[in-house]
């Protein structure tokens, strides 16, 4: 996770555009290191606060910030998305808030992202970033991958959570009072020959394989498919032709100012 994190930062760190010595809430912060970097970025004069549900991922990202020599960086925050851990002042003082990848595992995201709305000042921003699962391609596609992904996005709705939800951002900021402003993409994927490409094969073999009790006890796929599947992926890593394309989906917001 900390390996695939280094990989997306500088893309989202690149569209957030950064001014400096903003106030920023970043809600689902993980392993904080975007919400770190969100810091370093902003500099002198910034606050910052993470929030994660997560205790071991917030115990990580707290050792992480220690071994780096930034535990004042971000003042990271035990929460939920849906009842933030903000002090009655806080609320509505926030230049930015920022979400990733959280939005696709929640039942109902449009209300997460009217608490975000709330947490920022007017003319402030909220940035929301997460994916959209069917446009993920991989080329020359190996044998059974389609069926497989298709399983695994099915097992999102299995929970009433959505897995085309990054086709929806700029919605979602619309229903919940913010203007949409911008919307774009972050290419996440690569090739053969990219140094990076066996670090992305490594974390989709890990999602799937995560997600294999889901795809199994749902009968969405059966279990001799599900493993020829996943064995497929090593040998097709090898071709020199294999690559993977995905994107994130980006979209940005502001809060109205009272009129």
């Given amino acids: 996770m900390s390996r695939m994190n280094d990989l997306i930062n500088a893309g989202s760190l690149a569209e957030i555009s950064l001014v400096g010595g903003e106030r920023i809430?970043?809600?689902?912060?993980?392993?904080?290191?975007?919400?770190?970097?969100?810091?370093?970025k902003s500099g002198n004069g910034a606050f910052v606060v993470g929030v994660e549900r997560s205790p071991e991922q917030l115990a990580?990202?707290?050792?992480?910030?220690?071994?780096?020599?930034?535990?004042?960086?971000?003042?990271?925050?035990?929460?939920?998305?849906?009842t933030l851990p903000l002090r009655?002042?806080?609320?509505?003082?926030?230049?930015?808030?920022?979400?990733?990848?959280?939005?696709?595992?929640?039942?109902?995201?449009?209300?997460?992202?009217?608490?975000?709305?709330?947490?920022?000042?007017?003319g402030g921003r909220i940035i929301i970033e997460d994916d959209s699962h069917d446009i993920m391609r991989l080329?020359?596609?190996?044998?059974?991958?389609?069926?497989?992904?298709?399983?695994?996005?099915?097992?999102?709705?299995?929970?009433?959570?959505?897995?085309?939800?990054?086709?929806?951002?700029?919605?979602?900021?619309?229903?919940?009072?913010?203007k949409p402003v911008r919307n774009t993409w972050i290419f996440f994927g690569g090739c053969q020959g990219d140094g990076r490409f066996d670090a992305f094969?490594?974390?989709?073999?890990?999602?799937?394989?995560?997600?294999?009790?889901?795809?199994?006890?749902?009968?969405?796929?059966?279990?001799?498919?599900?493993?020829?599947?996943?064995?497929?992926?090593q040998p097709w890593s090898r071709r020199p032709d294999a690559a993977l394309w995905f994107a994130i989906s980006w979209a940005e917001g502001q809060r109205s100012s009272p009129k």
């Avoid at 809430?25 to 370093?40: C, E, H, I, K, N």
């Avoid at 959280?102 to 007017?122: C, G, K, N, Y």
């Fill in 60 to 82: 990580e990202a707290r050792r992480q910030a220690d071994l780096a020599g930034e535990a004042s960086l971000v003042d990271f925050r035990q929460g939920d998305a849906m």
């Fill in 88 to 122: 009655d002042a806080e609320w509505g003082s926030f230049d930015l808030a920022h979400t990733r990848f959280l939005l696709e595992h929640v039942p109902d995201p449009l209300a997460v992202v009217r608490t975000l709305v709330r947490s920022i000042r007017p």
């Fill in 139 to 178: 080329t020359p596609e190996p044998p059974g991958f389609h069926a497989l992904w298709k399983a695994y996005m099915r097992t999102y709705d299995r929970l009433g959570n959505d897995p085309y939800i990054g086709h929806r951002l700029v919605s979602l900021l619309h229903e919940a009072g913010a």
């Fill in 201 to 233: 094969v490594e974390n989709l073999v890990r999602i799937l394989e995560g997600a294999r009790s889901a795809i199994l006890d749902n009968r969405l796929l059966d279990a001799g498919s599900f493993t020829d599947s996943v064995a497929a992926l």
């Fill in 25 to 40: 809430l970043d809600v689902g912060s993980g392993l904080g290191q975007l919400t770190r970097a969100l810091a370093r």
